[in-house]
């Protein structure tokens, strides 16, 4: 069973930057597929971005190409979200998730969540 802590939400104002922490405990870190998934109140959960075990393979959404960058350390159990040039609908929960299934920008796919970490872009 792996647990998963997000840390880093705040607020920001547009063209600003924030960086998400997820630390991760129990179960097999570095064997586990990363993602980074938000929602915005009254939207769907929509993927964001999604590591693989080694870093070998990362994939992003459209809308977060070219801004966000995703990244982890194996050694302290921990994945990150740099979000730099934030814009106001990038406000949303940021959830973290980990699978042991094969890359996926689908939810259904993640077997862990964490709580969620609030990030919200002022105008």
């Known amino acids: 069973q792996v647990q998963l802590v997000e840390s880093g939400g705040g607020l920001v104002q547009a063209g600003g930057s924030l960086r998400l922490s997820c630390a991760a405990s129990?179960?097999?870190?570095?064997?586990?597929?990363m993602g980074w998934f938000r929602q915005a109140t009254g939207k769907e959960r929509e993927f964001v971005a999604t590591?693989?075990?080694?870093?070998?393979?990362?994939v992003y959404a459209d809308s977060v190409r070219g801004r966000f960058i995703i990244s982890r350390d194996n050694a302290k159990n921990t994945v990150y979200l740099q979000m730099n040039s934030l814009k106001p609908e990038d406000t949303a929960v940021y959830y973290c998730?980990?699978?042991?299934?094969?890359?996926?920008?689908?939810?259904?796919?993640?077997?862990?969540w964490g709580q969620g970490t609030q990030v919200s872009v002022s105008s």
């Open positions: 590591i693989s075990r080694s870093t070998g393979a990362i």
């Open positions: 998730a980990a699978s042991n299934r094969p890359i996926s920008t689908s939810a259904r796919m993640y077997e862990y």
């Open positions: 129990g179960g097999t870190f570095s064997s586990s597929r």
